[in-house]
């Protein structure tokens, strides 16, 4: 008896584990027919609308960390509005994904922010640049123009915009920062000395030009009108390094006075030095004249340091 029993268990084991294995079998055919069919995707939405799909969401995830993470030159940092949702889903096997579209669509929302470098004058800004450097530049290049630190409150402040304002160079905010009422004040109060050289007025007449932009260009230096023959007195001892004519300046007089400082006089009607003669703080150098491009009898003075053309009203003539 329980032999039979125990035959009749066998048999019924045996048929049972048959049905599992053709199941089994089964499934994986049908598991084989989908996985040939349809393939896993994520679908990507963003800002509430499903933008396309991708292979692989980790991918996209850590292009998009890296787009955030990789700032250079002036860009100081780069937000997406928000994260995108992946949700797996299968698709038929043909379907096309579209990485490129849903990378592009997400950083195109992204806010950059740029940083850029303001210089106040007094507490207020006056001009913008690109780097800390070139903003330094600019402080540098205007205190070149004083002969001591008159205190000017001059300061470099950094600046976050996501507007992508254009900076400006070097020389146009220090152009822009010169203009300012404040400086010019400030350059009007300091004296007649520069780098150590009193300059004295050459001759006494009218201002009929100024230093700086007008209408026709750069005036490089300052016109005095007075008559013709007026005794040009030379501003400060030094050596004569040019005497006589040179294109629109006329007859013209150049005297380096030492310490890199240089004065001009243009327009001259008559030369009474010579180049490498030695002349002391108000000798008769010239007399005053219209030759060149000159429109009338004047004298053009030139103050230049270390080669660079100054305002001569910085110190003389204020
Ligand atoms: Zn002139």
Known sequence: MNFILSKKIKYYTKESLRWIGLIVFGLLIIALVIWIKYKPVYSVTFLGKEIGMVTNKNEIENTLQEYT???????????????PEY??????????TNEEEVLLAVKNTAIVTYRRYAITLAGTQKAIVSTKEEAQNVVDEIKKEFNQDLELDLKIIELYDSNDIVPETVEVAVAKVNEDEIVQTKLKEQGATVNGITLSAPITGTITSRFGGRRSGYHTGLDIAASTG????????????????????????????????????????????TTGQNVESGEIISAVGSTGNSTGPHLHLEVRVNGEIKNPQNYLYK
Request: net charge negative.
């Open 230 to 273: 007026t005794p040009i007195a030379v501003a400060a001892s030094g050596t004569v390094t040019y005497a006589g004519n040179r294109g629109t300046y006329g007859k013209l007089v150049i005297v380096s006075h030492g310490n890199g400082v240089e004065t001009y006089y243009a327009h001259c009607n008559e030369i009474y030095v």
């Open 69 to 83: 993470e990789t700032t250079y030159g002036d860009i100081a940092f780069i937000t997406l509005k928000e994260l």
């Open 87 to 96: 949700e797996l889903k299968f698709v038929e096997s043909g379907e096309k």
